[in-house]
């Protein structure tokens, strides 16, 4: 190793010796101010394994020559009475993303690594900061503003999970009936047909209103299925990726569905006993710990054909109520026709979200008509911006 390389290779190891003591010192801090007793021993048991982490770092400097700094000047993260006031919540949340941000750095010095020992341990480690991130998030309130489905997939409305299609159904109508009412209010103001329009502006119209109708739905639809795809893709890696973490770190990964079970109130017996009987079938074992870890779980799967026809239809059917008025011609009486077809729809649709949202269908359907008024006179303003006669 040259000069450079054990330079570097030390000033890696301060960096990683610090966090691990100073992660340490933050469970124990939450520890002590912990009133719950089956958390605080959570909080202790995960203080102890960054401490030994530190052990590994620092025996490490040692045989380098360096010698690490006193632990006790290094201070626990979140100590503040900013922090206090905050509350646990936030604590949680904010250590949780620090797991996950060091356990990846852990990841990447593990893909580089000069020996299969060493790739080894730094694999443990990285093992035990993502354990860790899970228990933060185990351990968070409910209610709080994602999920672990959230955060592997994002917002993307197709995987709103409504309970069943009628989710779906409802908000491809809704994209559908307001992409192509204002498509159609726009056109109108462009082309004049409310006063002076002639027949090919009437066609023109219909035209742009069906071209609109069959991109949305042809979009939508291959957007829910391409969407549905990619959420059984990740579920598939997720679950080879534990696999694998099974088969090297058997267990550690048997001690952390453990901790999980804990912090669903078990007691540490009927955790261990509980584990130690889906120990007892690796299907099982393999399934709940992606179950539980990661709140994945086949049957909560989408079809994607399933989600494609939904789309598409609901999509299609939502965009085609605008244009019906235009088939028997276009003058003020259609354009009038079609703004009161298209804000009855926008009411019913609101309404009908409340199947999944649960809230007031009036203030749901009164949210999405002024929504569909905005929308139309807008569209039909900026149309005779650039009237074409």
């Not at 066609?203 to 391409?226: C, K, N, T």
């Not at 007031?360 to 005779?384: L, Q, R």
Request: proline fraction near 3%.
């Amino acid at each position: 190793m040259t000069d450079a390389e054990r330079k570097a290779a030390i000033e890696g190891l301060l960096a990683d010796w610090r966090a691990e003591i100073q992660a340490a010192k933050t469970y124990r801090l939450l520890a002590e101010r912990e009133r719950d007793s089956k958390r605080k021993q959570v909080l202790y048991r995960m203080a102890a394994v960054e401490e030994q982490h530190a052990a590994k770092w620092e025996r490490r400097l040692r045989e380098l020559g360096a010698e690490p700094p006193p632990a006790d000047t290094i201070r626990p993260r979140y100590a503040s009475r900013f922090w206090q006031a905050m509350g646990t919540w936030a604590v949680l949340r904010r250590l949780e993303a620090a797991e996950e941000a060091h356990g990846g750095s852990y990841a990447e010095k593990a893909a580089k690594a000069p020996t299969e020992e060493e790739r080894r341990e730094l694999q443990r480690v990285h093992a035990d900061e993502r354990s860790h991130a899970r228990a933060m998030n185990e351990m968070a309130p409910q209610g709080g503003p994602r999920t672990a489905l959230d955060r592997i997939l994002g917002h993307e409305r197709w995987h709103a999970r409504s309970g069943s299609w009628i989710g779906d159904a409802i908000y491809g109508m809704n994209d559908g009936l307001g992409a192509v009412f204002g498509l159609v209010a726009g056109v109108s103001g462009a082309t004049g047909v409310t006063h002076s329009g002639t027949a090919s502006d009437g066609h023109v119209v219909l035209i742009a209103g069906l071209a609109g109708m069959v991109a949305s739905a042809l979009s939508m639809g291959s957007g829910a299925y391409l969407a549905a795809k990619s959420e059984r893709e990740v579920h598939e890696a997720e679950v080879a990726k534990e696999a694998a973490e099974l088969d090297e770190h058997p267990e550690e990964e048997l001690e952390e569905l453990e901790l999980f079970y804990q912090l669903k109130g078990f007691t540490p017996e009927e955790a261990h006993s509980v584990v130690e009987r889906l120990s007892q079938s690796r299907e099982l074992l393999l399934g709940t710990l992606v179950q539980e870890e990661l709140g994945l779980h086949e049957s909560s799967l989408p079809n994607p054909w399933q989600a494609c026809l939904v789309a598409t239809l609901s999509t299609g059917l939502g965009a085609f109520l605008p244009i019906i008025p235009f088939f028997w011609g276009a003058n003020l009486t259609a354009v009038l026709a079609a703004a009161g077809i298209s804000i009855a729809a926008h009411f019913a649709v609101g309404a009908a979200k409340t199947i999944v949202t649960a809230r007031s269908w009036f203030h749901s359907g009164m949210e999405m008509t002024i929504v569909g008024v905005i929308e139309g006179v807008g569209a039909y303003a900026i149309g005779t911006l650039f009237n074409v006669h």
